[in-house]
């Protein structure tokens, strides 16, 4: 009889759990974003949180995006020439970064660099009982780090994926120019003939999105934090890994509401 | 209890509190008057930082009342409670210095968070504070992480007398000093209490410095306080628990769990 029960109990478990968590991130984030517009907002953490966050980013998002760039307008030409259809490289190309992995790539590549900070300094904060002190000096914390943090993911990770999009294009240009002998008029045209206002819109959409979950991801489990190195450590990886597998589920989610 | 019993600044009545089954505190109950200088004792692991962080409301109690000025601060959900948290000041057991500020910055915190000082009259009164604590101006501009366990507690005790509250809480504020300076931090202490007319609840094994700065000692064992009488009286206190305790002496009613 336990051996049928015992199944269906886990994996009752699991889902209650699941959903309880679900609940507890989604009342976290309301608070964070209720103080995120709520003022006082504190200008000069924002200003350092958009440093940390979109700043120093760029060089990752950068590089990403412009080797993502090179190798799609190298892989497209192989499989288009076997048809003779070179002149879609480009069509591909800015369609494939703009719409798709200039955002997904720069998000993952953020998860990993900010959400993983933003666990640990947080996870750190709540382990030596920093975020007690800040009670204790009627600051809310939700105000104080959560909401900068917020604002600053949701704001910067769009300038961010733009600036993506142009060194994404970038390197496909390059490879496409330099290395496949195409004509740079031909190339400039195809690449923004097919290009309509909304593939580009519809990327910076996701990229604040994705922006909003790295840093709740860093934000909510480096709050909620166990305690000692170890609380930390797990802390930042559940930062991580919860933050890299939402940006895929909502990339779909918000790719079929775009284009469908 | 030897006091009359108006102006009760804070009071606790049958606080209890577990961690899953671990009951820390069963019962605790202790009345602090205005002005009065409360130094608690007791074991390591007995439940102090508990005792004081549920007053702070950082810790919520399972049952039990804590009033602060009359109010019932254990209804009050945290984000309510700034109005209140303005009375306190408080020196965590492990300092809690914010490692992303520097020194000053983490001394004037209160002022500038919620008094809106400018940032050069918050400078000012951070480095004035830090000389009261044996600091000079040179630690101001450096970081938590820069300066030696002893400096940081000293960093924070001043951060927690920053704002003049009302109430103020030491959690072992000298461990980890030198005699001289656990002295300098004890002198301060009793000033806050004498000349600023502050409340004040001190958490200490040190019983040199609980002499020096209580008016009233309290002792806390097995989840409650057991003993309560002014710091002249300790030595007689004609309490078993206690005598062991301020002899330091490995034999008595309290076992030791190894
Ligand atoms: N947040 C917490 N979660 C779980 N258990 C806790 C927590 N805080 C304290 N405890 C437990 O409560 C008990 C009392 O802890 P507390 O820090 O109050 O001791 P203490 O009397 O201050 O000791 P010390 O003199 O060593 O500082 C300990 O057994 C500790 O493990
Ligand atoms: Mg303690």
């Known amino acids: 009889m336990n051996a049928i029960l015992e199944p269906i109990q886990t994996t009752g478990r699991t889902v209650m759990q699941f959903f309880a968590s679900i609940g507890r991130i989604s009342s976290f984030a309301g608070k964070g974003l209720y103080h995120a517009v709520l003022p006082p907002i504190y200008w000069r953490l924002l200003f350092r949180q958009f440093i940390q966050i979109g700043y120093y980013s760029l060089p990752v998002v950068g590089l990403t995006t412009l080797f993502t760039g090179m190798v799609l307008a190298l892989q497209s030409y192989t499989g288009f020439s076997r048809f003779s259809a070179e002149g879609a490289v480009a069509t591909v190309v800015v369609l494939s970064v703009t719409r798709e992995l200039a955002p997904v790539l720069a998000g993952l590549m953020v998860a990993g660099r900010v959400g993983a900070s933003i666990a640990a300094e947080i996870g750190t904060m709540r382990v030596t009982e920093q975020i007690d002190a800040l009670n204790t000096l009627s600051t809310n914390p939700y105000k104080y780090l959560i909401a900068p943090r917020l604002i600053a993911g949701i704001l910067t990770l769009p300038i961010l994926v733009l600036i993506g999009d142009i060194i994404g294009i970038l390197g496909g240009y390059i490879v496409s120019i330099y290395s496949l002998g195409f004509a740079p008029e031909n190339y400039l045209r195809n690449t923004w003939e097919y290009l309509e206002a909304m593939d580009v819109i519809s990327g910076l959409v996701k990229a604040s999105v994705f922006g909003f979950l790295v840093t709740l991801m860093g934000c909510y489990h480096g709050y909620n934090s166990g305690r000692g190195a170890q609380g930390v450590g797990s802390a930042t990886t559940n930062a991580v890994v919860s933050a890299s597998i939402l940006i895929l589920i909502f990339n779909f989610i918000i790719t079929k509401i775009f284009f469908s | ?258």
Request: proline share 3%; hydrophobic share 40%.
């Open chain 2, 1 to 258: 209890m030897t006091k009359k019993n108006k102006d009760i600044k804070i009071q606790l009545k049958d606080v209890c509190k577990s961690f899953g089954d671990n009951h820390v505190l069963c019962g605790a109950s202790l009345d602090i008057h205005k002005g009065e200088s409360v130094v608690i004792i007791g074991g390591s692991g007995t439940g102090k930082s508990v005792l004081l962080k549920s007053i702070l409301g950082l810790i919520v109690p399972d049952s039990g009342t804590i009033l602060v000025d009359g109010e019932d601060v254990t209804k009050l959900p945290i984000h309510k409670r700034d109005g209140i948290m303005q009375k306190f000041g408080m020196l965590f057991q492990g300092g809690a210095l914010f490692d992303s500020l520097p020194v000053w910055e983490n001394v004037a915190f209160g002022l500038l968070q919620n008094h809106a000082m400018p940032r050069k009259e918050a400078y000012g009164v951070a480095v004035e504070k830090l000389r009261s604590v044996g600091l000079g101006e040179r630690v101001a501009k450096l970081y938590p992480a820069e300066l030696s366990g002893g400096m940081q507690k000293r960093v924070s005790l001043a951060r927690a007398i920053a704002t003049d509250p009302e109430i103020i809480f030491f959690d072992e504020p000298t461990t980890g000093l030198d005699p001289i300076m656990a002295d300098v931090i004890n002198d301060l202490i009793v000033k806050a209490t004498k000349e600023l007319g502050a409340t004040t609840l001190t958490i200490t094994h040190d019983m040199a410095s609980a002499r020096k700065i209580a008016d009233d000692v309290a002792m806390i064992y097995d989840g409650k306080i057991i003993w309560r009488g002014d710091a002249e009286g300790i030595e007689n206190s004609g309490n078993a628990y206690v005598e062991q305790f301020i002899h330091g002496s490995a034999n008595g009613p309290i076992a030791i769990a190894v």
